[in-house]
């Protein structure tokens, strides 16, 4: 049968579709499911069959390695091999931001699948605090292989339309959690080495983490607009291109350099309608007074939005300020606009 040939249910998240999807999940099939932070297609961690069918429905490239959630801080560090030291520091992070959007890049135990870590000598590692996705961890006793829901390159999805917009017809259920309240994916820290280092900015910030964290921390090149220092991605989730809309995307950081007359097909997208004049009808708010964390909740979406409106030929997107979560933002938004041959 032809993976194009499946009927996609969306499912509400009563007791019986929790236990329908565990089950499903356990018997080795793929299902998307909802995190706090975006949706995750997701698979038995320990299945390579079913790991597999995740990344032909994603039209993932194997070189681009899983984050594998679990229920809690015991079964995380079943999955890694790392001395006492390097455990406390995780503990001490654990304690300050898991469950939640904070995932752990760990060296692996000797058994956990290549067809997950890309044969990395490490496996990323994420408790999620979304109360579905927690109820699968414990009702189907795995631990879950999930990459966000969308084909590979396009923009994670932060609702179950979302996911069946881009995927239907290509995997039979998706779980219904409602939006997802953060709307960017996961911070991921690399602690393997004796520094930390961000490797993708999310909600749980770099001073976040330094708060915690009394030795140096690296942020990972996001934060480079320059080219010239481009190095080879430490991680796919920092390829120069990534999360794109199709229609091509450019960015801005004050009102000011708008251009003034523009095209009735050409959108802006503005952080704040504070002290906005001039309101047009292809002008589009993410929040009314610059609230980062609405900003992020409804980014994703309203990009999708635009895109599959097929009403504008070009979108103008207000990049924020590097601080705090302006990171993250700013981050997605850079690779999104990224030009198809920036890398
Ligand atoms: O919020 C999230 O993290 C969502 C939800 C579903 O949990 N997941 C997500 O997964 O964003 P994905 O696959 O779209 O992005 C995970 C990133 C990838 O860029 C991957 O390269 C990186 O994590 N990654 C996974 N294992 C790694 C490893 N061992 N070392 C470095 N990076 C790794
Ligand atoms: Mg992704």
């Known amino acids: 049968m032809s993976p194009t040939s499946i009927k996609t249910s969306i499912l509400p998240p009563t007791v019986e579709n929790l236990d329908l999807i565990a089950t499903w999940l356990r018997e080795g099939n793929v299902a998307a499911i909802p995190t706090e932070t975006v949706y995750g297609l997701a698979a038995n961690a320990l299945d390579i069959a079913a790991v597999r069918q995740i990344f032909a429905i994603k039209n993932r490239p194997f070189y681009d390695p899983l984050i594998v959630h679990v229920p809690d801080a015991e079964t995380l560090f079943q999955w890694t091999e790392i001395d006492e030291e390097l455990r406390k520091t ?16 760990l060296p692996k135990k000797s058994w956990v699948p290549d067809i997950v870590t890309s044969g990395h000598a490490t496996v990323a590692l994420r408790i999620p605090r979304h109360p579905v996705f927690q109820e699968i961890l414990c009702r189907s006793g795995c631990a879950i292989a999930a990459p966000s829901a969308n084909p590979f390159g396009y923009i994670s999805p932060t609702s179950a339309s979302h996911v069946f917009q881009s ?34 900015p999310g ?64 959108a802006r997208v503005l952080l704040s309608q504070e002290g906005h004049q001039g309101f047009r009808e292809n002008d589009f708010f993410l929040s009314r007074d610059g609230n980062l964390a609405l900003v992020a909740k409804r980014l994703f979406a309203l990009l999708r939005e635009l895109d599959d409106s097929h009403a504008y030929k070009k979108i103008y997107c207000q990049c924020p300020p590097l601080d705090g979560l302006g990171a993250a933002i700013a981050d997605r938004l850079r690779r999104a606009a990224a030009s198809s041959d920036g890398g």
Not at 170 to 199: A, N, P, Q, V
């Open 203 to 266: 909600k749980i910030t770099g001073e976040a983490i330094q708060a915690v964290w009394p030795k140096k921390i690296f942020l990972e090149n996001y934060s480079s607009k320059n080219q010239d220092n481009f190095r080879p991605p430490l991680t796919p989730g920092m390829l120069q291109r990534h999360y794109s809309p199709r229609t091509p995307l450019y960015l801005f950081s004050q009102k000011s350099e708008l251009p003034l007359a523009m095209e009735r097909n050409v």
């Open 167 to 200: 995927l239907g017809g290509k995997l039979r259920y998706i779980l219904d959690g409602g939006d997802c309240e953060i709307g960017l994916e996961s911070t991921i820290i690399d602690i393997s080495h004796e520094h930390i280092r961000i490797l993708r």
């Open 90 to 105: 995780v503990h001490s992070l654990l304690e300050a931001f898991s469950p939640g959007p904070l995932t752990y890049v």
